[in-house]
Each structure stands twice: as structure tokens, then as C-alpha cells.
């Protein structure tokens, strides 16, 4: 069995996600591949604290200096680590307020 | 829609209630089994201090800011950022203290007409209570729900951080 195939038998390896819903004060931490993208990350986790999306919801990373996540949901999981996009699977999900 | 919301009712002890509610359920989500463990500080019943800083180049800087829990949950927490040996805020004297914050979303003013006359430092976000306070209009979707925590009331400053740090008013 080639190095390939091997891979393909055990499937793409799994990362470890966490996020929270700031408004909701919920949290859902789960495995998912890594070749799965952001998006397909961010729709799961929804699913996972079994709250709807809203509709002008936003995603960013978690902590102090949060980065919004929006141009890069089309990225895989590995991606965003190996690009240096994020540091940790660490995410927040932001209900929209305004005010300027 | 924009709208004009009513201006907030006062109610400390029931925002003191509701805080202390919030502030373990706000804990758990953020893995932290004490405020200090954030480096936030309860100075009281009706008070939060969050660090919070701002980047432009290598070094960090910092500001204080003070969270106000007489008109919560209603209402969100009132948002000043003040002096840190004082926890006050004077705009003669501590405008160094006050980030120029300039989002979409949350822009910060030294001084703010208030209706009822004067000037207040203004953190114009939907998420905190004097936004309301001013009689700011707002649209529809931003209107604080009453359902919300303080913490959405923190994420939306540092985010403005993040995207929009432009340095101190006193600088």
C-alpha cells in the first residue's frame, strides 16, 4: 500500500475547534478534518450548540485582538494554520451592533 | 430600520442581580474559573474593570476600561474608559486615556452632547448604555436585546480595537 493510499484509508487528520457564541453565551468544542473549511466549521458549530445562525452574524478569533475570519471561510482548517491566518482554533461567533 | 430607543431606566439593584448572574455563565465560556484569571478586576456590585490595549507599532497600549451595571440587562453596561489611578474620567485632564476608535460598528468621542446639556465621552456602540443615553438613533437589528451579556458589550470594543486603533485623543 503506497504512502497515498494510506492516507486515504485513515482519511485526512483531525483538528481539534472551539467556539463560542458571545450573545448566546454557548460553546461548542468538536473534531473535524482538516481539510474541512472554515465555513463547514463555523455551519457545524452552529449544529453543535443547536442555534440558529443569524443572519448578520460574523465570525473572528477569539481573544483580545479578535481577527474577523470573513475572507478566509473558504479556507481548509490546515491552511489557516499553515498560512499563519490563526494560531489556535479559537473562534467567536459576534451578533451585529452598530453605532458609528 | 432606524429607530430611536427610550432612554434606559436606572436600576441598580436589579442590575447588580443581573450581573451577578451574568458574571459565572460569562466565566464558563471563557474557561476562567475567576475574573482575575482575565486580568478584569470586580471593584463592586456595579463595576467591572477590563484592560483592554490597542497596537500602532511593536508596543502595546493600554487603556481601562469601566463597566457600569446600574441599568443592565435591560440596558447594557455603561462603557467609559477612564484614568486608572483615578477611575474617573475627566476629558481635561485624561484624554490620554480615551482611544481614538473610528469602526463601523463603535467610534469613541471625548465629548458627546448630552441631552440634557454638557458633554459626556461617548463610546458609540448599540452595546453600551449611554449610546441609548444620547438618544443615539440605531438601527433596528442593533437594538441591545436584553438578552445579551456584558461580554458582547467587551467583544465589540476590542474588536474596534482591532480594525480601527487610531492611537489616543491625548496623543
Redesign the interface.
Known amino acids: 500500500m503506497t504512502e497515498h493510499n494510506q492516507s486515504q484509508a485513515h482519511g485526512p487528520s483531525e483538528v481539534e475547534l472551539h467556539f ?1 457564541h ?2 448566546e ?3 461548542a468544542n468538536f473534531k473535524m478534518p482538516e481539510t474541512a473549511t472554515l465555513l463547514a466549521a463555523w455551519d457545524q458549530a452552529y449544529l453543535k450548540m443547536d442555534i440558529a445562525r443569524g443572519e ?1 452574524d460574523t465570525l ?1 478569533t477569539a481573544g ?5 475570519m470573513a475572507s478566509y471561510l473558504g479556507f481548509t482548517l490546515s491552511a489557516l494554520k499553515d498560512q499563519k491566518i490563526v494560531e489556535a482554533y479559537n473562534f ?1 461567533i ?7 | 430600520m432606524n429607530v430611536i430607543a427610550p432612554p434606559p431606566v436606572l436600576d441598580p439593584q436589579g442590575g447588580a442581580a443581573a450581573f451577578a448572574e451574568d458574571l459565572p455563565r460569562v466565566l464558563q465560556l471563557l474557561d476562567a474559573s475567576r475574573v482575575e484569571d482575565l486580568g478584569w478586576l470586580r471593584l463592586n456590585s456595579l463595576t467591572l474593570l477590563v484592560p483592554m490595549s490597542g497596537q500602532r507599532g511593536e508596543v502595546p497600549e493600554e487603556y481601562l476600561l469601566k463597566l457600569g451595571f446600574q441599568a443592565y440587562r435591560r440596558w447594557p453596561p455603561s462603557a467609559q474608559f477612564v484614568n486608572p489611578e483615578t477611575l474617573a474620567f475627566d476629558p481635561e485632564q485624561d484624554s490620554r486615556w480615551l482611544p481614538r476608535l473610528t469602526s463601523n460598528e463603535c467610534q469613541t468621542h471625548l465629548r458627546y452632547p448630552h441631552p440634557s446639556g454638557g458633554t459626556i465621552q461617548l463610546v458609540c456602540c448599540s452595546a453600551t448604555l449611554e449610546f441609548y443615553d444620547v438618544g443615539h438613533n440605531v438601527e433596528e437589528e442593533h437594538l441591545w436585546s436584553g438578552k445579551s451579556t456584558f461580554y458582547s458589550t467587551i467583544v465589540a470594543i476590542q474588536r474596534a480595537f482591532s480594525e480601527s486603533y487610531q492611537g489616543s485623543f491625548g496623543a
Not at chain 1, 64 to 68: D, E
Request: aromatic share 0%; proline share 10%.
Open positions: 463560542k458571545v450573545n453565551v454557548e460553546t448578520k473572528q483580545g485582538h479578535p481577527k474577523a467567536e459576534v451578533g451585529p451592533t452598530g453605532g458609528a
